[in-house]
């Protein structure tokens, strides 16, 4: 088979120059292998036409059968017509129509199509390498009635040669970068990189240089590698720290035609330390009040220094001046300002200024800069103590005394002495701030400053006191200066001792004689300076007993000892020992002290097992089931009746509650009676308690020694009027009388019970005294003047003889 394209002498010129050619190549049949194009694209030398000598070799080459190459065909073709690629013939076709060739593989019938009748191949799509590089297909002439293969498929390549339509691409930008300031000329700052995506083994296409568009003359880049460097020495950061490049990477090496991209590249310069601090005045000044604390922040100062991060950090100190010892400064690590404070007081009347010199230091010195000059400023500081009015002050401002607990009140226990600082030397009067004196042991002479006691002291309760003393100036007592007085009362034996601890001992009915039963030990509350020494012996009354002896055994213990055995609880179950303790004191004291010994019944090793007070209340080991349930009823029913006789008394005690038939809407106790005594028990007419229609019997007051006439007769009606019998009002009244009978929390007898109803349809009328008062009322009272001296008053007031009116 013959195949001729149109490209096929294209391989190492440009497309452009190409013209349509066909040749006549032959290959190796497919069981010796197939033979391709050579590397710059052309057909492999054994498939060039044969020179004139070799047609024997020729001769032999036409009776294989297939006859092939590779095919190119140029991409980016933009013509109407389908591109003509190649042909493809058979030997076997005579031109009589009886073959037919068939393509198949990559592309076959959608990019490639063939003329079954002719063998030509035509592209009819647009084809970009970029996307595909090269098609790998398969021939095929078969028989066009039988459709049956004239000859073996074969298979064949198109290759797509590349034109250059792409323009280098920085896909790692825009770039950013940074170089230090002041870099000599020719360091390196960054490498940018340019992808061509058309193909570099064929011609220029892929072939960038770089150059640089925007960001001279401060930098340079170089054309093959891309590397951007500086250009110009001693580029300051201060003056500009930022640059804008913009880079060009070009294809075809930069000749005319080719296509080219940018890029930006931001380059920033970084700081290095090539400015030394300066302070922006030589010399400063500040006023403080001499008032102001320790540790106070006086004043800032501010050295200069263009750089930035840690080529700005400084250091401060003072090199000279009088106020080394009094002011110290220190860098702010935020703001780099040198900070001046205050290490002791400031007394104007001593010193009323201060100078000082100070040096500002960078602390990252870099040795490359040195020449610039030296990293360091000296300033001076002036600093005037202004004068303010101060509060007293004590010449100590802790005083420490001590008193004896034995002292008497009114004993000077010490002197506290207070100045005024300022020039006026106003005069002080002193006091105790009682509120760290709350029992006020103690007092002050305001004059003096001298302390003396107020109470008796005791140590044991107390034995330091920190107290506030306070110091006022006599013509400003806003101005108060305090100090502390620590007053310690010493000690002196006014404490007798006693046990360590509750001592209860117990005796094995087995005891033998000399046996030791306990080991006792004392405290007191007193501190001797040398120590506790005690002493213990029985008292004279028990030193003769035959039971217990006693041991002091010098280390202020002692040892309880038996004198006998054979000791029997029944006989006596407890016995008690009375014990002298005496200390070492001058003077010393002793005290009595009963040990109580309980007889026991012990096991073999002398553990008691049981005691005689015990035994009452421990239940026999067997007690059954049945008893203890008996035992638990009992407990419980007792309970049951307490809680009864508390719920009886409870209901007793209740308010006073009525039901809704009754509708009592107020219950009013009132008090409001001078009685005469605690025995005067008929105080009050009770009658209106007991009836409200009758008045049933009358008692005289016992306080008035004349006979009273009977209060109401007929020339002298009641001061009530005579209501029908009223069976609610009655039955409730007697109610709670009865009540108040029996109620012994009830108010005494002679309190008034006042029980009013106020309701619907009541016929009570007023009850109020007042309506006595009236010009129309028949009330007498000339009865009060023989009550006594006692009712005078009252007398004088209603009691008119003449029968005048109270007010005329």
Known sequence: MRLSGSAAAAAAAAWSAVAVATLLLTVAPREAGCAGSSADGGPPPELLPEAPGDAGSALARQKRSWVWNQFFVLE???????????????????????????????????????????GDIHATKRLDREEQAYYTLRAQAVDRASNRPVEPESEFVIKVQDINDNEPKFLDGPYT??????????????????????????????????????????????????????????????ARDEYLLVIMAKDMVGQMGGLSGTTSVTVTLTDVNDNPPRFS?????????????????????????????????????????????????????????????????????????????IEATNRNIDPRFLSLGPFSDVATVRVTVE????????????????????????????????????????????????????????NIDAMTGVISTAKQLDREANAVHNITILALESQDPSQVGKGIALITVTDINDNAPVFAIEYETFLCEGASPGQVIQTISAVDRDEPPSGHRFFFALTAEAAGNLNFTLRDNKDNTASVLTKRGGFRRREQSLYRLPI??????????????????????????????????????????????????????????LLVLVLLIVTM???????????????????????????????????????????????????????????????FSAARPPPYKVVPDNGIFREFIWDRLKDADVDPSAPPYDSLQTYAFEGSGSVAESLSSLESLSTDSDQNYDYLSDWGPRFKKLADLYGHADGSSLFS
């Open 76 to 118: 980016e073709y933009t013509g109407d017509d389908p591109l003509y690629v190649g042909k493809l013939h058979s030997d076997v076709d005579k031109g009589e129509g009886r073959v037919k060739y068939v393509l198949s593989g990559e592309g076959a019938t959608s990019i490639f199509i063939i003329d079954e009748n002719t």
């Open 177 to 238: 970068a940074g170089v230090p300031e002041m870099s000599p000329v020719g360091t390196s700052v960054v490498q940018v990189a340019a992808t061509d995506a058309d193909d570099p083994t064929y011609g220029n296409s892929a072939r960038v240089v770089y150059s640089i568009l925007e960001g001279q003359p401060y930098f340079s880049v170089e054309p093959k590698t891309g590397v951007i460097r500086t250009a110009l020495p001693n580029m300051d950061r201060e």
């Open 281 to 357: 005045r030589k010399s400063y000044q500040f006023t403080v009040p001499e008032s102001l604390p320790p540790a106070s922040v006086v004043a800032k100062i501010k050295a200069a220094d263009p750089d930035v991060g840690p080529n700005a950090e400084m250091e401060f100190r003072i090199v000279d001046g009088d106020g080394l010892g009094a002011f110290r400064v220190t860098p702010d690590k935020d703001t780099q300002e040198g900070v001046i404070t205050l290490q002791k007081g400031l007394d104007f009347e001593t010193k009323a200024s201060y100078t000082l010199r």
């Open 387 to 442: 004068d303010v009015d101060e509060p007293p002050v004590f010449s100590s401002p802790l005083s420490r005394m001590a008193v004896s607990e034995a002292a008497k009140v009114g004993t000077v226990i010490g002197t506290v002495s207070a100045h005024d600082p300022d020039s006026s030397n106003n005069a002080i009067r002193y006091s105790v701030d009682r509120n760290t004196d709350l029992e006020r042991f103690f």
């Open 580 to 637: 002298l303790i005496v200390d070492g004191g001058s003077p010393s004291l002793s005290s009595t002290n009963t040990l109580p010994i309980r007889v026991c019944h012990c096991d073999g090793e002398g553990v008691a097992q049981s005691c005689s007070p015990a035994e009452a209340y421990m239940l026999p080991a067997g007690l059954s089931t049945g008893a203890l349930i008996a035992i638990l009823a009992c407990v419980l029913t």
């Open 649 to 711: 008394r409870r209901r007793k005690k209740e308010p006073l509650i009525l039901d809704e038939e009754r509708d009592v809407r107020e219950n009013i106790v009132r008090y409001d009676d001078e009685g005469g005594g605690e025995e005067d028990t008929e105080a009050f007419d009770m009658v209106a308690l007991r009836n409200l229609n009758v008045v049933r019997d009358h008692k005289t007051r016992r306080d008035v020694t004349p006979e009273v006439p009977a209060l």
